[in-house]
């Protein structure tokens, strides 16, 4: 019978830290490990956000920790450990499962991060970074085409309908880009020199200063936007430490 490679749950936890550099980072969120389980981990259940189905998947799985992009622990929210919360820290805790969650440090990291990740599969070639943190990317496409040939590629890659306001017709040579709820970078994105501007979500606002400035917007989705970043990083662990690492998806249509 083979034996599954384990790592120490704290080992885990510094070698993210480390990899992701949470430390640098003002968020919005503790990074890191957020729910401590057993000390050694084997199996390891990736996803985007750490729902009650995330973590359902997880205890059927086995798992020996979660590890997603979305975590708990929000500024700003309330604090009581009731109703939803109570049954998700629950289940962590009756099953001694730990959760590690790493929220703009996996959307910042050249390689792991979701802008990273995003780039790599519509082929974006990143030539700098803008907004908060240096979070967001600005760079091009493999060749010029126009804002409505954005979003038809973004897509193609996601498998949901893009949402392109303002001028499709435009040529786009520099592309701005940052996945989730960014679109408050918009702006900055424009004084970077953006032809396009890419993000998750859109407000309403957006709308307006997509048509009055010329510079389209498109709004892919946030979760679709950071899917890949937590699987490119549970990939690189299962590589590394020979853990199993899997990716559970989740339909959110946000």
Known sequence: ?????????????DYLDGLLEAG??????PNGLQVEGRTEVGRMVCGVSASQALLDEAVRLGADAVLVHHGWFW???DLRVTSVRKRRLATLLVHDISLFAYHLPLDAHPVFGNNAQLACRLGWKSEGRFGDQDIGYIGRPEV???????????ESALGRTALLVGAGDRMVRRLAWCSGGAQNWFEQAMLA???CYVSGEISEQTVHLARESGVPYIAAGHHATERYGVMALGEHLQEK?????RFVDFDNPA
């Open 144 to 154: 010029p085409l126009t804002a409505a040939a954005v979003a038809a590629a973004l």
């Open 1 to 13: 019978m083979t034996t599954m490679p384990t790592l120490r749950r704290d080992e885990l936890r």
């Open 24 to 29: 640098r980072f003002s968020d919005y969120c």
């Open 75 to 77: 500024r700003g929210e």
């Open 241 to 245: 430490f020979g853990l199993d690492c």
């Open 193 to 195: 020199g953006a032809d």
